[in-house]
């Protein structure tokens, strides 16, 4: 489901290159859907959701189901209405939020009230998909993952359709954006609805802030809401230096974000969503070697598929941009630069997806400190890279900075458990990692040989061009399973354990 969600998304983003390109009212878009996003990860999928599934878990082990759905009630009332206030003050305080997160556009009046017209509309998205969000945990903590992963398929066919046959008839094309970002919340929470009033969850208006599941979620979403917002905050950083570049700087970002955020979905959102309630549950029934064991699994599934992703996304960048992008206004030129871009990404991807699953090993165990205290390091990191590598490299370094920060983050994340006895590696690491990365490197050198056969990529078709870009990948896929199985690594090396859900 996560597959088909993120395959639509590339879609997505297909239409909006062809149609807005790298402009800046592209560049006024993506600043504007960007804050809301880092508002999503606070209240939403990020430090809420993090907080609230080990709650969750807690009370379905040891209570009836009429005391899960009390809880439900409580706490979705008490998000939207906190919201409501959120997103009332967004759309107010729109121009001034502009002009904090993006001063460089300060030079251009016109691009900055556009920014600020566009944060208007896409504000309240943050309504709609937080309360996603904790319907969507809830699902999760009962073991039905299905909807709640397929979910964001409907913002991204929203935004196709608004695309496509909204844009040409407005007179500003670009505002169809907005307007398929608030549909696509109003869609997916609607689904939500629909997936919990089966379930027998459906929460029912309740405003009791003094129950104890709401006090106790708000304690840990805290510190939460810094901890596993890193990643976010540190794009917040670059797009607030590379406001100062040359026009279209912060679409090159956003193109190649898009594509280090296919795998970072795919792989580490996914898995991440499934261990949380699953660590938590372990935690709360003091399972402390299964707790130890999937959180063993989940790091060598990370390593086994981020590494030759990596890989692919370094090798095949300018393939998968000119296959994906460069149609209408999206020339040779801004592949190119999302190509530099895309690279730099690439490096980080296997730190930013670890971090997706280190951090709840944290939050499960209800420790929402910790990573506060990393992420603050991380953010530091960032911050300096951002500066002296987005001064050499422009865009470019400000991308070279995240996946650093990444690693810094991942790093410590790991030395924590590791020094707190928390996580205990199980035998054979070292050879997997050696298997792992000759294999991922052999099929790259595989990858970067055949590429050089389609030097006439650009002028081809889309049919041509995606036939032969889906035969590229194909027989990387192959090749690296080929490798890995010469090399020694069995799927009993990345297999589940055997524990109770």
């Known amino acids: 489901m996560t597959l088909i969600s993120r395959v639509l998304g590339l879609a997505r983003d297909s239409a909006i290159a062809a149609v807005f390109g790298a402009s800046s009212a592209t560049d006024a878009f993506v600043v504007a859907f960007r804050i809301p996003n880092l508002f999503r990860r606070l209240f939403a999928e990020g430090a809420f959701s993090q907080a609230f599934v080990p709650v969750l878990a807690g009370y379905k082990a040891a209570a009836s189901t009429a005391e899960v759905t009390a809880l439900v009630s409580a706490v979705c009332s008490a998000l939207a209405l906190v919201l409501l206030a959120v997103v009332a003050l967004g759309v107010a305080a729109a121009p001034y939020i502009i002009t904090l997160v993006a001063p460089g556009f300060g030079d251009d009046p016109a691009k900055a009230a556009l920014s600020a017209s566009l944060l208007r509309l896409t504000f309240p998205y943050l309504w709609f998909i937080s309360l996603t969000a904790l319907l969507g945990g809830a699902l999760n903590t009962y073991g039905r993952f299905a909807i709640p992963a397929l979910t964001p398929a409907l913002l991204n066919l929203a935004l196709i359709g608004c695309t496509v046959w909204l844009a040409p008839h407005l007179p500003q094309p670009i505002f169809a954006l907005g307007i398929g970002v608030l549909l696509g919340g109003a869609l997916q929470l609607g689904l939500q609805v629909l997936a919990v009033w089966r379930a027998g969850l459906l929460p029912k208006p309740t405003l009791n802030f003094r129950h104890p599941a709401v006090s106790r979620i708000l304690r840990l979403m805290g510190p939460a809401v810094f901890g596993v917002s890193v990643a976010q905050l540190n794009l917040l950083v670059s797009t607030f230096i590379a406001s100062f570049f040359q026009a279209g700087s912060l679409s090159w970002l956003y193109y190649a974000e898009r594509l280090m955020e296919f795998p970072v979905g795919l792989f580490g959102v996914a898995l991440g969503t499934v261990i949380m309630p699953r660590l938590a549950e372990h935690h709360a029934r003091a399972e402390v070697g299964s707790f130890s064991a999937t959180l ?49 990404y690439a490096a980080g991807l296997t730190g930013l997806i670890l971090v997706k699953v280190l951090a709840p090993a944290y939050y499960a165990r209800q420790d929402t400190r910790t990573p506060v205290k990393i992420g603050l ?23 070279l900075a995240v996946s650093l920060a990444a690693f810094v983050n991942a790093g410590l994340l790991l030395r924590g458990l590791l020094v707190n006895g928390v996580y205990r590696p199980h035998a054979g690491w070292r050879g997997f990692v050696t298997r792992v990365t000759l294999a991922a490197a052999g099929m790259g050198a595989g990858l970067s040989l055949s590429a050089k056969y389609f030097s006439g990529w650009p002028h081809w078709s889309v049919w041509e061009r995606g036939g032969c870009l889906t035969l590229l990948v194909a027989g990387g896929v192959v090749a690296y399973v080929a490798l890995a199985w010469l090399t020694g690594l069995r799927s009993a090396h990345v297999a589940q354990p055997k524990a109770r859900l």
Do not use: K
Request: glycine share 8%.
């Open 296 to 344: 063993d699994w989940a790091l060598r599934a990370v390593f086994a598929l981020t590494l030759p992703a990596a890989v692919g996304l370094a090798v095949l960048g300018p393939v998968l941009l000119t296959t994906l992008f460069q149609y209408g206004e999206f020339g040779a030129h801004d592949v190119a630069m999302s190509a530099q871009a895309l690279m730099a």
């Open 377 to 399: 390091i991380a953010m530091l990191i960032n911050l300096l890279a951002c500066i002296v590598l987005g001064w050499f490299f422009q865009h470019a370094g400000l991308a």
